[in-house]
């Protein structure tokens, strides 16, 4: 499978505590995006990342949000001190060099805060 | 701030019917796609359309981009239940970020 892949898919944590996801892109796809998605709602921008160069954050993105891209391939998304308002679907996609219109998603990872 | 709105936010038709769902903003995009999603994944990509007036067909889905490109529809032939879910669209400047709608929520009853 090329696909984006996220890990975990489902994530039930406690109010307070530090959750990672974590997702790994189409290979030799420069660009990663990072979305949160309400029950609801479209997908909402947080973050992106050009090789591992991360280019724009949404003020969505607070302090207690963090994301790295390390050596330009997987790519990690950190919540610290989670809260109930941080319950969403965290949604992954990256964009490849030639086709810059077209960015193809992973499955997601269900966060649901205690 | 670039926003798309979507309309109608839900619909639910016969098995057979035809339907037309837009996508709408104030702002021009250089591009416009559109996705479909079912519960519990991530999103689809459907097509991506570039020029202003441009048609796209997919089977018995067809798209266009409007003229000034800020609007865009989707029309289903035909729907069959398999064509249930979110179908949301994404506009783009460039191959920076993607601004999404809110989605329309399509329901096929057989």
């Known amino acids: 499978d090329t696909g984006v892949s996220q890990d975990p898919r489902h994530k039930i944590t406690k109010r307070g505590q530090n959750v990672t996801f974590r997702c790994d892109p189409i290979s030799e796809h420069n660009r990663l995006y990072w979305y949160r998605q309400t029950l609801g709602q479209g997908p909402e921008f947080l973050t992106y990342f050009q090789n591992e160069a991360q280019l724009e954050k949404s003020r969505l993105l607070s302090d207690r949000f963090s994301a790295e891209r390390p050596k330009g391939s997987f790519s990690t998304l950190e919540i610290q001190r989670t809260e109930q308002g941080d319950s969403a679907m965290y949604l992954c996609?990256?964009?490849?060099?030639?086709?810059?219109?077209?960015?193809?998603f992973g499955p997601g990872t269900r966060l649901t805060v205690l | 701030t670039q926003l798309l709105e979507q309309s109608p936010q839900f619909l639910s038709i016969q098995e057979g019917e035809n339907l037309t769902v837009y996508c709408n903003s104030s702002s021009v995009f250089s591009s416009l796609q559109w996705y479909r999603q079912e519960p519990g994944e991530g999103p689809v990509l459907l097509v991506t359309v570039v020029t202003g007036g441009e048609v796209k067909k997919l089977k018995r889905l067809t798209f266009q981009f409007g003229d000034a490109r800020k609007d865009s529809s989707l029309h289903i032939t035909a729907a069959q239940p398999g064509d249930t879910g979110l179908y949301l669209c994404a506009g783009n400047n460039y191959g920076q970020n993607f601004v999404f709608g809110p989605g329309t929520r399509l329901s096929v009853l057989p």
């Open positions: 996609a990256s964009r490849g060099h030639e086709r810059i219109h077209e960015q193809f």
